[in-house]
């Protein structure tokens, strides 16, 4: 079993930065892909950003060039780091892992994007 742990999101305003973590309970070197996902209230859930265990990455068009996902095997920690934020990127963002034939998912953290 692993379990995820998100935390970073908040209230910012447009323009602004967040960076998300990803916090997993294992080693995350053996997870082939890890990613994040967000929903947004009255839609449903959308692919962000993944990295693989090789450190490729895949970005959704909507934040190609404004977010960037990484990896920290030794702290067992991903990263989303978000920058020049809309309005649009207002959501719960959540983390997940696959290990073998299992996707995991952690709880969420809220990003607000307001002013």
């Known amino acids: 079993q692993v379990q995820l742990v998100e935390s970073g999101g908040g209230l910012v305003q447009p323009g602004g930065s967040l960076r998300l973590s990803c916090d997993a309970s294992g080693s995350i070197s053996s997870f082939p892909l890890m990613g994040w996902y967000r929903q947004a209230p009255g839609k449903q859930r959308e692919w962000v950003a993944t990295?693989?265990?090789?450190?490729?990455?895949n970005y959704a068009d909507s934040v190609k060039g404004r977010f960037t996902i990484s990896r920290d095997n030794a702290k067992n920690t991903m990263y989303l780091q978000e920058n020049s934020l809309k309005p649009e990127d207002m959501a719960v963002y959540y983390c997940?892992?696959?290990?073998?034939?299992?996707?995991?998912w952690g709880q969420g953290t809220q990003v607000t994007v307001s002013s």
């Open positions: 997940f892992a696959d290990k073998l034939l299992a996707r995991f």
């Open positions: 990295i693989t265990r090789f450190d490729v990455t």
